[in-house]
């Protein structure tokens, strides 16, 4: 081999020494086409653990207000406590305590945070169904009919009524299906009355929402009196956050 044919000592170095700035190079066409794969899946993990915050929070706040509304205490000489509007007010302020996502959310959207959220309350009493004969310890809604006596008119409703309405009776549904206003679940169905509280938020992803609809989160809570056979609304002083329903 002539002496000109054979490389010289620094040229299989020089391409050795081009390689790193080839691997380099490839690692940052890859970092740039996975990064954006890797931030999508980040953010749409961040908005499922906010989800499901909401969903946990929203049912928190059903069963906290309950609470509150259950405990009324009647007077000595009476079985029949009563609520009024400044009770109902104080239970609907505690959201913000119990859910404060709901400020930041209602002012990201630009808008009030008790319009961010619809809860609604009411007051169910039972009465015995003429004729009727219960052997289902377990289900007792044909023997019982389910009245509305009071309930919320002057909440804020997103998304259109979620207050239980006055006259028609509560229909019986599945102790597992979806809160609805018009129904009760079969197993509260007895001899006695019953706390409502409907809560309804709408959760808005703040990540891709013009490509993810938003989702509706709805749970109730239904508890008897503590304290009384029968709570009652005062509508003394009332501002119109709720109302009587004929006959009560």
Known sequence: MAAGDIPGPGASGGAARRFPGAERGMAALEFAL??????????????VVLYVNATRKVGQVARS???MISQAVPPSNSSTATVNATDLHFSFDATLVIFPFVMT?????????????SINFSSI????????????????SACYLATVAWTSTGTAQPGGANYRPCVTPQLAAANNAAPSRT????????PASLIVIDVVFTFTPTFA???????????????????ATFVNYDTTGSDGIASKCPGF
Do not use: E, H, K
């Open 65 to 67: 207000i309950s609470q």
């Open 34 to 47: 996975v990064m954006p794969i890797l931030a999508a899946i980040l953010l749409m993990g961040s908005q």
């Open 105 to 117: 959310d209602a002012r990201r959207q630009g808008m009030a945070w008790w319009t961010d959220i």
């Open 183 to 190: 129904s009760l679940p079969r197993s509260v169905f007895g």
């Open 125 to 140: 009493v039972f009465t015995p169904v003429t004729g009727s004969t219960c052997n289902n310890p377990t289900d007792q």
């Open 209 to 227: 929402s013009a490509f993810l609809p938003p989702l509706r989160i709805a749970r109730s809570a239904y508890v008897q009196p503590r304290y």
